[in-house]
């Protein structure tokens, strides 16, 4: 079990920045990956940024050059950098973290969530 808690959202005007983190506990040794997602009413929740335990990175097109995701390498903290915020990256903000357990037909894959952050950018 992995637990994850979201904090840094609020309000910003349009070409602020905010910094969100998300706190990880539990089985952190079995997470390969953490990402960040947002969800805007109405919409599906949609991949922001990604990170693996290897380090390599993955962005939405119209974020990048302008968010930046970190992690640690214990895998309790991930961080999302935003910078030049618009308008269109409000949403409520997820963490995710993939988990990966035992071995050969017994390896099991499990995701888990955080309650989420509030993002409202205004212009």
């Known amino acids: 079990q992995v637990q994850l808690v979201e904090s840094g959202g609020g309000a910003a005007q349009s070409g602020g920045s905010l910094r969100l983190s998300c706190s990880a506990s539990?089985?952190?040794?079995?997470?390969?990956?953490m990402d960040w997602y947002r969800q805007v009413a109405g919409k599906e929740r949609e991949l922001v940024a990604g990170?693996?335990?290897?380090?390599?990175?993955v962005y939405a097109d119209n974020v990048k050059g302008r968010f930046t995701i970190s992690m640690n390498e214990a895998k309790t903290m991930q961080f999302l950098q935003m910078n030049s915020l618009e308008p269109e990256d409000t949403g409520v903000y997820f963490c995710?973290?993939?988990?990966?357990?035992?071995?050969?037909?017994?390896?099991?894959?499990?995701?888990?969530w955080g309650q989420g952050t509030l993002v409202s950018v205004s212009t």
């Open positions: 995710n973290a993939k988990t990966v357990s035992g071995g050969g037909v017994d390896i099991r894959y499990l995701e888990y």
């Open positions: 990170i693996a335990d290897t380090g390599e990175t």
């Open positions: 539990g089985s952190t040794f079995s997470i390969y990956e």
